[in-house]
């Protein structure tokens, strides 16, 4: 029972506290030389830019690459998705973990992409000069439809070149992302669930950690491990105590710049409904992992996956909840309006903002209901989720670019195809339960006699539709490609249950889903511009925008903490891994692990805790030193550092890592890896 | 999807609103004879109330006489529980129903009380001048040995007769309440749980409704049928569009008068913690109705306690998210003590009473998440239960009556007896998964390190203690009378592993319960009091007091009311019910439904709404015409009246009956039960 929300949020003064996820383009040199003595130069920064990688596939998380063959290293959580595809034939690798001996033993993860940012290009003027006189559905068609546009030129129709525009600021500034886009990518080693994930779900958002939460991964270019001049060097020996640290890596999303009206949404609504519905989906697979061995290594991922979210909702509702800090967003936003009505041009330009957010988002949380079960929700299926993209793939492809929904505009297509075309096992008793579930939750959310209900239900139970549904032949990848390709025609003569439940539920879920683009989304995207801007003008440009799931830096340091009264060390070693061993799950290691015991040096650094300012996405992160030297693996936060979405304490709020010094004793010493150590320290 | 909460809750003014469960001796007879032109003299109300019940055991429920020789009519889901336990052998009562051809065939229940209120005095003065000049623990020592020393003097310890003291206006006044207690209740009738729950958990606190939430029990006294004089005589019309409408029974619980920092922890730490907690063991039951038919049979009564309660408190939630409904609350309360600090009698006498629950609030939450798992958790485990009731009368009854806690007090042994010995049965392997699941959260909300929890699991998973505590023999009755007869030498002797657990969490539970009463709840009832004091003092006494589950009395009339822009109509007929089959669970009518309804007239009422206060613990209640006729049961609210806990919104707050129609035609042309419609009619 720990304290979770810290008294003080350091919202205004930046001073000197080590938050931000800052853009490499405008990275605080002075502030941290200031700080700690170091200069990032371009160099250094261009150099660990372009040795970071983004996973996508798995989860989005952040990867870097360690070798100069295309040695990727991440999280074992990253790849969970992978591992668990790649077993079959009683081959249980999330249980046993993966090791392949040579490099043809390596195999490919049906659905991973690695992506590295190759240039970045400011377009705010570009699309602002677009949009700038346009209004409601115009305003909001004319932005993505640039945005469409520009990705493409940028991409020029290649599927090895990725581009994305990316709203920075809630549209203060737009910047085009350019990547090299990795679609063969090959798993190298994995360690056991036990040891990657030890302490299970109890032990999550906790420090002190022991954790060996890591995953080896391979980048082929044209079927040869990928060549790459910029890599991190490994060091063996780990990060020190008091240790300036720099985390690069994608967090997803941070909602710091948000107004009141938008922060009692997610308090008082959004964040409400996941807490209930994460919650029963919880209940409902603890249940279902009880059925048997094949059923738990089959759920086991989505397991991990809703209680790591509800955790991590149930850190930000609280510190939402947590009065002291929701008094100092009031405090702050009072503020910025107060001097934005003291300036008769800012008056003007941007006064009316806050009012506009007010009341749009009073008219979403009027639909939210139905826009988050009729177009957002795909039921919790695999083959569900296939079938709507077949039925959309195949009116939205036809139309021009820039007209498409943007998940289908053509910088999009090749992870999407990625996906969509996955051999990844699909298991038909797991996708039953989820969906008689889904089903029922639908049909409890927007009432039984919501027009949507009756007409997808019928007089069917939840459970009799989804047997009907099961006789879907979409587990045929051949038979996915068919349809993609067939386009409307297809889809029409198809007598797949599968798409015609997706066909029948597509015109519901298209209109529900325009109300919310015209008549709510473009009215948020625009004040939220004139909020941004409001924001500019009073504090300047020199900050940091909220994370888009795109590359950041962070610094910090190696720093212990307090918690109830008590100092927390922020670095531990082997020997407390072995002390928090009871033989019972989650705090059962590994044979592997108990046998080599005697053969480890204890005292190694295994898991610790540092200042950086991450979140989300910031999995898989490397955390280097000065000399660009991987020390440490990012793999999670503190309890404390949940209430990041909003605010970063620097007292309290922790990232924590994996100490390289723990990968070389393990890979060595237990694993007898030495393929990959060799790699690593070449 | 509808709306839940009204905008606009009548808050102050009960001008012409139908608001209030009143005390049966302080009964607005002239508001309701200025409205409605009917006067409740003396000898109606007091016929009223001897012809109402309580119903304990089954969940806290309502109740009505219904027949000169004992009939007593309340809800199927009251009876849930006996009709599961009386279930075995292959006979599923609840599946099938269950009606008694003959007196002999009527089965006792083994956990069911019945009560009936037949007297009560206003102790008030003689607490109040026994704490009056107490502090802290004192004061709460003092409080509750002289509500247990009236109890023992009033019930003269007699099994026969209950009597509670009871905390009226949060300790603004005390009655003292004498019962009638009748142990001995049988199974008389009960439908199908598909007719009596028909629509299910998506129907539940919906409207309109198709329901027969109806079971019929006999009061047996010394052997034989209790022979009454009060009892409402049964009409076989039901209820008319406007008739005027009063319903008696037992809400359980309001909060109406609490203050908003009381209403802050309610909404920001309680309900979000009962959200969650039920939410998960909502989709774990879900989960392990899946195992099979059995399976499903033994959690049915557990996953609708879940469910409802659940929902129930989703909207008691949603209520206090309302913002216009809680800047309603905040304008009154500061209106109150403005009111207040006006008068300086008042301002020293009752001014200082916000901030103490306000600091007593802070407290609270501080030490919540220990008191709600370690002294309040049965870890969801009868047989759990059973243990620590055991081991704690072990150490309690020995005290004096006055110094025990006081669910061991005299007046509280009848119940807790009728509950510790019933020969219900329990399955070993529903008490396994709710005993896994249990311990898990246990681990979860204290943390993995809490002292508590190391010394319940060491190194066990929660698997392997529920394992191992299902070693158990407290299945058996005849163990726990020799144990609860033995006292502290049995236990300690006990080698049985659910007393060795209830022993060895005992001293902790004790110490967090001492903290909170001692340091906490003491200073909240002290407070309280002064609360209630400035109200009457500014709003005079001709109020009622926040319900707490003991008799009250509500007017209203059935009425139509405005969702969504539309009528909803206040009567529904058998006509509706069978064009909402579907066939399925949660839609489909039973088979004897089926087969006669040629035979059935389908226009005859079979639900109503009207405008009666109520709450949960009012469902059985009957609804009573003029003529103290019962035309209704209560068995429900609508999905708008869960706002209800916090304030009452004539407009749209609703209570759903079952009409006398519908049951007298069921009970004819379904079921043939002549014997309990000759009952009724005699």
Not at 55 to 76: D, E, I, P, Q, R
Not at 116 to 140: A, S
Not at 444 to 463: C, I, N, R, W, Y
Not at 468 to 480: E, G, I, M, P
Request: proline share 3%; aromatic share 10%; charged share 25%.
């Amino acid at each position: 029972m720990k304290k979770i929300i810290a008294s003080l949020f350091l919202l205004t003064s930046l001073a000197h506290a080590d938050e931000g996820m800052w853009l490499f383009d405008a990275f605080p040199t002075d502030k941290v030389k200031q700080k700690y003595g170091f200069t990032a130069d371009e160099a250094w920064l261009k150099h660990v830019r372009l040795s970071s990688a983004r996973l996508t596939g798995g989860g989005g998380c952040s990867a870097s690459f360690v070798s100069k063959n295309g040695l990727v290293m991440s999280n074992h959580h990253c790849a969970h998705s992978c591992i668990e595809q790649l077993s079959k034939n009683g081959k249980d690798y999330i249980a046993n973990g993966f090791y392949a001996k040579t490099l043809k033993d390596e195999v490919r993860c049906p659905e991973i992409e690695v992506d590295k940012l190759v240039e970045t290009t400011d377009v705010t003027d570009k699309i602002q000069n677009v949009t700038k006189n346009l209004q409601g559905k115009k305003f909001n068609d004319e932005l993505k439809a640039t945005m469409s546009r520009l990705e493409k030129e940028c991409s020029q129709s290649s599927d090895q070149v990725r581009c994305d525009v990316v709203t920075l600021f809630n549209g203060g500034k737009y910047h085009l992302y350019k990547y090299q886009r990795y679609q063969d990518v090959r798993l190298v080693f994995a360690p056991e669930l036990a040891i990657a994930f030890f302490g299970g779900d109890p032990d999550n958002f906790n420090f002190p950690r022991y954790d060996l939460d890591v995953s080896f991964l391979r980048v082929y270019d044209q079927g040869k491990p990928l060549q790459t001049k910029d890599y991190f060097k490994f060091s063996k020996d780990g990060a020190k105590d008091n240790e300036l640290t720099f985390v690069t890596g994608n967090p997803g999303g941070t909602s710091r710049l948000l107004t009141i009206s938008q922060l009692e949404f997610l308090r008082d609504t959004k964040l409400i409904n996941d807490l209930t519905t994460l919650s029963e989906l919880r209940g409902l697979l603890t249940g279902f992992q009880q059925l048997g061995k094949e059923q738990k290594r089959i759920s086991t991922a989505k397991l991990f996956q809703v209680e790591n979210r509800l955790k991590a909702i149930k850190g930000r509702h609280a510190a939402l909840l947590d009065t002291n800090f929701f008094d100092q967003k009031v405090a702050a936003e009072k503020k910025l309006r107060e001097k934005i009505i003291g300036n008769s041009q800012w008056k003007k330009d941007y006064a009316s903002a806050w009012g506009e957010i007010t009341a749009a988002y009073k008219d979403l949380k009027n639909i939210y209901v139905e826009l988050d079960n009729i177009e957002r929700n795909n039921l919790n299926s695999h083959l569900f989720g296939i079938a709507k993209t077949l039925v959309r793939a195949s009116v939205e492809l036809p139309k021009p670019n820039e007209e498409r929904f943007r998940e289908f505009a053509d910088s999009a297509l090749p992870q999407l195809k990625l996906s969509l075309f996955s051999k990844a096992p699909i298991y038909p008793q797991f996708e039953k339960a989820m969906l008689v579930h889904s089903l029922t939750k639908l049909r409890e959310k927007l009432g039984a006699d919501h027009p949507f209900v009756t007409k997808v239900l019928g007089k069917q139970s939840p459970e009799e539709l989804a047997t009907a549904l099961l006789k879907t032949k979409l587990n045929d990848t051949k038979l996915r490609e068919k349809l993609y390709a067939g386009g409307a025609k297809a889809i029409e003569d198809s007598k797949d249950p599968m798409i015609r439940l997706a066909v029948l539920m597509d015109p519901d879920a298209r209109a529900i889903r325009k109300k919310f683009e015209d008549e709510i989304e473009t009215r948020i995207k625009q004040a939220s511009e004139k909020v941004a801007k409001a924001q500019f003008a009073v504090n300047g440009t020199s900050t940091y925008p909220d994370a888009t799931f795109t590359l950041r830096i962070s610094y910090g340091q190696v720093k212990s903490y307090q918690e109830n009264g008590h100092e927390v060390k922020p670095i531990t070693n082997f020997e407390g891994a072995f002390a928090r061993h009871t033989g019972r799950e989650p705090f059962a290691l590994p044979k592997t692990w108990l046998k080599a015991k005697s053969k480890l040096d204890l005292q190694t650094p295994f898991n610790f805790a540092s200042t950086n300012d991450i979140i989300g996405g910031n999995s898989g992160s490397p955390v280097i030193n000065q000399k660009a030297e991987v020390i440490g693996l990012i793999f999670d936060g503190n309890i404390q550092s949940l209430g990041g979405d909003y605010g970063f304490d620097e007292a309290q709020n922790r990232a924590v890592s994996v100490s390289t010094s723990a990968l070389a004793e393990a890979l060595q010493k237990i694993y007898g890896a030495n393929r990959i150590v060799d790699g690593l320290l070449k």
